[in-house]
C-alpha cells in the first residue's frame, strides 16, 4: 500500500476460497436477507414480517462469496450466467432447505443469487445460514428470514 507515495512494509494477507454471507434489506449486512418469491406477482416484494414466506415457498436471495463458478466468471466482463462450483448447503431456523441452483446471474458482478425451498417446520424470524464446506471456513453467515409455520396452499 502506499500513501502519499510513501509505500507501507509488505505485509502477509490471508484470502479465503469462499466466504458466504447474505446480503440484507437494510444493507448492514444484519436484519432481514434480501430474499425475494422466486414465482408470482409479488416477485418485487421482499420477504418481511408484513410479507413472510412460507413452507415449501422457493425464494431467491442474493448473497456474495460463494467462491468459483463454472465457467469461471470473467475479469472485467459482465457474466453470462455461472453455477457456483461447489453448491452451498442452506438452513432456515436450523432446518436443512433445499438449494435448487447458486449462480451469478447474467450481467451479475460479485453477487450470487442462491434459490432455495423454505423448508417445513420453520416459522417465525428464523436464522437463514448458508455454509460452503472448506477446511478454513470461519462459521457460517447468518442473517433473518421472516417465515410462518402454515404451508401456503398451491396457486394454479
Not at 414466506?53 to 466468471?73: E, Q, R
Not at 432447505?97 to 432455495?116: E, K, L
Not at 416459522?123 to 470461519?138: F, K, N, V, W, Y
Amino acid at each position: 500500500m502506499t500513501v502519499n507515495g510513501t509505500p507501507s512494509a509488505p505485509f502477509p494477507t490471508t484470502l479465503l476460497a469462499t466466504a458466504p454471507a447474505f446480503q440484507t434489506q437494510n444493507g448492514t449486512g444484519t436484519g432481514l436477507a434480501s430474499a425475494y418469491p422466486s414465482t408470482g406477482a409479488n416477485q418485487s416484494t421482499p420477504i418481511s414480517l408484513t410479507a413472510p414466506a412460507h413452507s415449501g415457498d422457493t425464494l431467491l436471495a442474493y448473497a456474495v462469496g460463494l467462491g468459483p463458478t463454472n465457467p469461471a466468471t470473467p475479469t472485467g466482463k459482465a457474466p453470462t450466467i455461472a453455477a457456483t462450483t461447489t453448491k452451498p448447503t442452506l438452513t432456515v431456523g436450523g432446518v436443512s432447505a433445499t438449494v435448487n441452483s447458486a449462480v451469478i446471474p447474467v450481467g451479475g458482478v460479485g453477487v450470487y443469487q442462491v434459490n432455495f425451498t423454505v423448508p417445513t417446520g420453520a416459522q417465525g424470524t428464523a436464522p437463514l445460514r448458508s455454509r460452503i464446506l472448506a477446511p478454513s471456513r470461519p462459521a457460517p453467515s447468518e442473517v433473518c428470514l421472516q417465515t410462518d409455520s402454515a404451508a401456503r396452499p398451491p396457486t394454479r
